[in-house]
């Protein structure tokens, strides 16, 4: 008669590791997935409307740490270990200097609807010296804008669907390499940039005088250079970072608001939010000065940085301000939710993308060129601005600065104990910056 073996304690030891494993893989699982999914809540609620200017506040009357915002100027000044390997990989492989600063121009952090934090470099950048009074270059967060726009437009019902198709807009085009893909290029597509072009913006980089960006803006006509572009996907496959897309989105807008795009933008979202010192360049290029006056949406605004805050505040609020609905709750929720995993596109750092805005498991933001942000954190009623110009490895780090530092600083909902001594540090802090 056979007897059963008797199994050994690291048996049973090695079950519970594979068990362990396997339950914490299933969770990370399920974690991400929601975490992709997940819709955020925005509170319409604010204690004043910033139209005519903000108010100021410590940062512990909105529950914010002032030790753990010093230390967040600190790590601007002063590289860690991670940035300083990757500096010094980025220069020895790239040929790019290492700066020891991250080269952070302007940065503004609400909450609560009070600046608890605003900061100006008196370093001399690129862009020379920045101020309150400022018109700064935004680059592609002037993209987030177009979504907003559009939204407004759409909900005005200027645009019906976003299965619209868009060579449906174009009637008097007669685009080259049209092919059934080309036909069946919807307005869902661009604003998730899955048009399905030819189109290395992001894999040649902007430095070559081939991308297509700046060959487009050396054309008489922005959106007949993009749809002339070859079809290399089927529309809505894959992500694809395209700013002829939101060019193509933003002639749309022009043509559904009787040929007046800016004064649209201006009427039905900038004069509600007292924004009026700002400049839109026209999408016209070098070579056709008379061209039409079409606003370049993939790239034209030049803002102050306390106006892109209060786009930031606008759509924290969901969309409401000082009781009037300018962008619907509906259209500010599904173009900050999840469209496309972009894991891997843009860095390692970003995992989703919306209508023309970047999702995070925290919140959602802007990206411009060199480093040009609006950040929006709906649970901890926060917006950041940064406004920088850094090298392209560097372009990611305002990210981890609201990870590492201005999310944590966050101790309470409510007002903590003042810190008079961290609150100098922080002071002193912001005078180095």
Not at 169 to 175: M, N, R, S, V
Not at 221 to 238: R, Y
Not at 379 to 396: K, M, P, R, T
Request: with cysteine; proline share 5%; hydrophobic share 40%.
């Amino acid at each position: 008669m056979k007897t059963k073996k008797k199994r050994s304690k690291w048996f049973y030891i090695g079950l519970a590791v594979v068990a362990t494993v396997a339950i914490f893989i299933v969770v990370n699982i399920i974690t991400q997935s929601l975490q992709h999914n997940r819709t955020f809540s925005f509170n319409s609620e604010s204690d004043y409307w910033p139209t005519k200017g903000w108010l100021t506040s410590t940062p512990e009357k909105q529950g914010m740490d002032s030790a753990v915002l010093a230390n967040l100027f600190r790590a601007i000044r002063e590289p860690s270990l991670k940035r300083k390997i990757k500096g010094k990989i980025a220069e020895t492989v790239l040929g790019i200097p290492a700066p020891d600063r991250l080269d952070i121009d302007i940065l503004l952090i609400i909450r609560n609807g009070y600046i608890v934090t605003e900061a100006y470099s008196s370093f001399h950048s690129f862009y020379g010296i920045r101020d309150k009074d400022s018109l700064n270059p935004i680059y592609s967060s002037t993209k987030s804008f177009i979504s907003a726009i559009f939204g407004i437009a759409k909900d005005q019902g200027k645009m019906t669907s976003l299965d619209s198709l868009v060579l449906d807009f174009f009637p008097d085009e007669t685009p080259q390499n049209l092919d059934k893909r080309k036909r069946a290029l919807k307005l869902k597509h661009l604003l998730t940039m899955t048009c399905g072009f030819d189109w290395p913006e992001l894999k040649i980089g902007y430095s070559n005088p081939e991308n297509p960006v700046h060959q487009m803006r050396y054309t008489s006509n922005w959106s007949t250079f993009v749809l002339d572009k070859p079809m290399v996907q089927d529309p809505g496959e894959t992500f694809n970072y395209n700013s002829g897309c939101t060019q193509l989105l933003t002639s749309i807008i022009h043509k559904q608001t009787s040929g007046d795009s800016l004064g649209f933008a201006q009427k039905h979202l900038f004069q509600p939010l007292g924004i009026s010192n700002f400049t839109w360049r026209s999408a016209q290029s070098s070579a056709d000065p008379d061209s039409k006056a079409i606003v370049n949406g993939s790239g034209g605004l030049l803002m102050r940085a306390r106006d892109m805050a209060k786009f930031g505040y606008l759509y924290l609020k969901g969309g409401i301000w000082d009781g009037q609905e300018i962008v619907s709750r509906k259209w500010v929720e599904e173009s900050t939710r999840r469209h496309n995993d972009i894991t891997g596109i843009i860095g390692t750092v970003i995992d989703d993308y919306g209508y023309l805005w970047y999702i995070h498991s925290f919140g959602f933001h802007s990206l411009g060129y060199s480093g040009q942000y609006i950040f929006v954190i709906p649970d901890l009623e926060i917006v950041a601005v940064f406004l920088s110009d850094l090298n392209g490895y560097q372009v990611l780090e305002p990210i981890f600065l609201v990870e590492d530092y201005i999310i944590p600083a966050v101790k309470n909902s409510h007002p903590i104990p003042e810190n008079p001594n961290a609150l100098v540090d922080l002071k002193k802090q912001i005078d180095l910056f």
